[in-house]
């Protein structure tokens, strides 16, 4: 047994059974385990949680920072929004947890979104701005990424269907303005 195949089969078993049916007795019961193979790798649901929510920013941020190489900044937060989005559409397990655990009981200490937020600020900031600019992107970033949970959570997980092109656009310019996007993402 290998950890990230605990991590991935319990994301698959939460997103089925939700946050609170998913019990240890399930995971070693799809992973073929017995309870003590399972624990002797985590101590308890806690850790396998905080390992999922570090795997899912990992995935997140991978999948991001392949997107970096847009041309202007305008350009830049049109594409990381919409890799974003088309990123937790496809990885509808990790969006889910992600919703499941903000606020949640089960972490023994906060998901760390906090650190995904300051790598997505990295990519659209230059160091020549200032501590006030960067703390109020940090603020907008995190409203977007609650905007961006809740816009999938309705879309995705309860009905069914990503996003269409034109409503990406409207989510990036109500947060990032109505700027003249690149010409290919316009259709």
Request: glycine share 4%.
């Amino acid at each position: 047994m290998d950890r990230k195949e605990v991590i991935k089969i319990t994301l698959e078993l939460m997103k089925e059974k939700k946050l609170e049916k998913t019990t240890i007795g399930e995971i070693v019961k799809r992973l073929d385990l017995s309870p003590g193979s399972l624990y002797y790798h985590f101590k308890n649901k806690s850790e396998i949680y905080k390992e999922m929510a570090d795997y899912s920013l990992e995935e997140i941020t991978r999948n991001l920072n392949e997107v970096r190489t847009a041309e202007s900044n305008k350009n830049k937060l049109f594409i990381l929004t919409r890799a974003l989005i088309k990123f937790l559409e496809e990885r509808e397990e990790i969006l889910f947890f992600l919703i499941s655990m903000k606020g949640s009981c089960y972490l023994e200490e906060e998901i760390k979104s906090q650190d995904f937020l300051i790598n997505f600020k990295n990519i659209l900031l230059t160091e020549q701005q200032d501590v006030n600019h960067k703390k109020r992107m940090l603020l907008k970033l995190n409203m977007f990424l609650g905007s961006i949970y809740e816009v999938l959570y309705d879309s995705k997980l309860v009905n069914g269907r990503n996003l269409a092109e034109y409503e990406i656009r409207d989510i990036h310019a109500s947060f990032w303005g109505n700027e003249i996007l690149d010409t290919k993402y316009n259709n």
